[in-house]
DNA sequence: GCGGTGCATTAACATATGTTGCGTGCCCAC
DNA sequence: GTGGGCACGCAACATATGTTAATGCACCGC
């Protein structure tokens, strides 16, 4: 289980060093077990644990008083949950496992050390987070303003990206473990709805289903009609000057 | 403009010590100024730069292709915009300003210096991100799966109670300076029917409306039909436990 | 083989929300 | 004052989406 995908995806910041990966090695050395439909995080639950997802995927979601839930984003492999679990004690929304999943569990508090020795891997650490929040933007962009079909489109292409970026390779991302169910959950619409918009998308050929789960046929096609934008998860390839920024700051050592 | 509302948020952690709160004034040194209509920060613009709103209202927002816009969030006096601006340089989001705002700007990066001197500072910053990321899962959740008008009351609430929290008095905070028009952006609806909404949560007497904003008449009401949880911005008063761990973790110094 | 159980499909109908277009009142610059 | 712009109000109609309820189909345990 060494080559876990937050190890991939910190890997393309490039300013990690010897001593941060072992920190990181060191951080991530307990590992949790989940099945599909496991309840991973209960909601309203205290909470001073960071998760690391290392394999299979996960979302969190929201109960409502009327019984239905809001999925607030998926989880994939590199993904943190709980960063900020140190200074927000209660956990608002509960963690499910989709597939099986494997993750690994460390006390929250255990950041605040990781900041004041290794600001670098804090840094990469904050860089997965911002992440998260970037894509929580673009999940409120998806669900208030576009219509059913952009909207189911566009979270499959978001998906698919998110996987190869995690380093899966294109077989095992253009298959997502996602019911049609837990998709209208994810993008605020009934079942029945999903389902319409799913047999619509898929008469055209850009996706197909395969047992539990949602086959993309093509790729192209959907990001077009989401006008989805490539770059968005992309800026972590950090640029010159920051890097050198980051390194200005951490240089009066 | 000593004081500034960022402080009063922060002093609710009471775990900073008398060398964060110097540090956090010199950070906040130096002062911008914005009015209404304004765009504070471009849309897709390299951006390195961490700013905290010191007073006045503002919102962040991303353009669609279409021409509409989708608000991602109101930001209120204490909030804090690009806290990962060290890692991610672009911006995909605009800021602008609805009032009159005065806002502290200083380089992302001097977060990691923070981070490296005065863990505990960094905490507390990392507690106000926190807050943000919490105030997406609900933007999300309301526009997911609630109806027109309890999405819009639930707004109306959360803004208000954001207010009081920055340390705003109960006249100051239930006067919104927000237009109709705003309001359908955020919520992701059309200005007519937010105009629908609005007048029928005026007809029951719990809102109205003054010049361009909108005044809170029954907040109680408003909370009740959104269900709105009072406590979910509370967390900020850090349980007895978890600071203990931060002490625990802090102090091998 | 049988009967579950979970998911997908479909139809008919109800409702929420979007669109277009126009009218009103207010404030402000000139 | 007056003309223009802006926020708001409103009606008629088009459309997207929700609801309910029933059916089919695969898989699985027994």
Redesign the interface.
């Known amino acids: 289980m060494d080559r876990n995908h937050l190890r991939y995806r910190l890997a393309a ?1 490039d300013f990690l060093e010897e001593e941060d990966w072992s920190l990181l090695d060191r951080l991530l050395e307990r590992h949790q077990f989940a099945t599909p439909g496991e309840i991973v995080v209960l909601e309203k639950q205290e909470l ?1 644990l960071t998760r690391v997802i290392l394999s299979g995927w996960g979302f ?1 979601f ?1 109960s ?2 009327d019984g ?3 999925i ?1 984003n998926f989880l994939v492999p590199g993904d943190v949950v709980g ?2 679990a ?5 956990s ?2 509960g963690v499910e496992a989709l597939t099986d999943m494997e993750y690994a569990v460390f ?4 950041l ?2 990781v ?2 020795t290794n ?1 670098r891997l ?3 650490l ?2 997965i ?6 894509i ?2 673009e ?3 998806r ?4 219509n059913a079909r952009i909207r189911m489109a566009h979270m499959l292409v978001e998906l698919y990206v998110r996987l190869r970026k995690a380093g899966l390779d294109r077989d095992q991302s253009s298959a997502l473990p996602v019911t049609q169910a837990i998709l209208a959950d994810a ?2 619409m009934s079942a029945v709805h999903a389902n319409r918009t799913f047999r619509s998308l898929a008469a055209q050929g850009w996706i197909s289903r395969e047992h539990g789960a949602i086959r993309l046929e093509d790729i192209r096609k959907l990001s077009a009609i989401a ?1 989805f934008d490539h ?2 998860l992309d ?1 972590g390839e ?2 010159p ?2 890097l050198g ?2 390194e ?3 240089s ?2």
Chains 1, 2 share one sequence.
């Open positions: 910041l001073k969190r929201r409502l008083p239905r839930r809001q607030l960063y900020y140190t200074v927000i004690a209660r608002d929304c006390p929250a508090s255990d605040v050390e900041s004041r600001p804090m840094l990469a904050g860089w987070a911002g992440q998260s929040e970037r929580l933007d999940q409120i962009t669900i208030g303003s576009r993008l605020g006008s770059d968005y800026h950090v640029p000057p920051t920024a980051i200005d700051a951490l009066p050592d």
